[in-house]
């Protein structure tokens, strides 16, 4: 069992950076993938970015690619997502989720994937 809580939210203005936290529970954390997800008002939620157990693979979606770098501290329980140079269309509640599986080597785009799953964080870019 994995229990997931997300912090680092809040208001931006266009062009700038925030850094989500995603801290978990439970000793076998650095056995898990970790994908970061978001969903806006009225749309489904969106794969962000993703990050195997140790680090070695590392994906991201075509729109925040350059933009966001998704980290890892296992050793603080903790994977991280930096946001530089957020839009308007960043703005969505962002969810950390992982898998049931340790050492999980499935696709990581779809969230029908991932079983545990964060309260989620709000992030609202402004113009």
């Known amino acids: 069992q994995v229990q997931l809580v997300e912090s680092g939210g809040g208001l931006v203005q266009a062009g700038g950076s925030l850094r989500l936290s995603c801290a978990a529970s439970?000793?076998?954390?650095?056995?898990?993938?970790v994908g970061w997800f978001r969903q806006a008002p009225g749309k489904e939620r969106e794969f962000v970015a993703a990050?195997?157990?140790?680090?070695?693979?590392?994906y991201y979606a075509d729109s925040v690619k350059g933009r966001f770098t998704i980290s890892r501290d296992n050793a603080k329980n903790t994977v991280y997502l930096q946001m530089n140079s957020l839009k308007p269309e960043d703005t969505a509640v962002y969810y950390c989720?992982?898998?049931?599986?340790?050492?999980?080597?499935?696709?990581?785009?779809?969230?029908?994937?991932?079983?545990?799953w964060g309260q989620g964080t709000q992030v609202t870019v402004s113009s």
């Open positions: 989720a992982a898998p049931a599986r340790e050492y999980y080597t499935g696709s990581v785009n779809y969230p029908r994937n991932y079983n545990y």
């Open positions: 439970g000793r076998t954390f650095s056995r898990y993938t």
């Open positions: 990050i195997t157990w140790n680090g070695g693979n590392i």
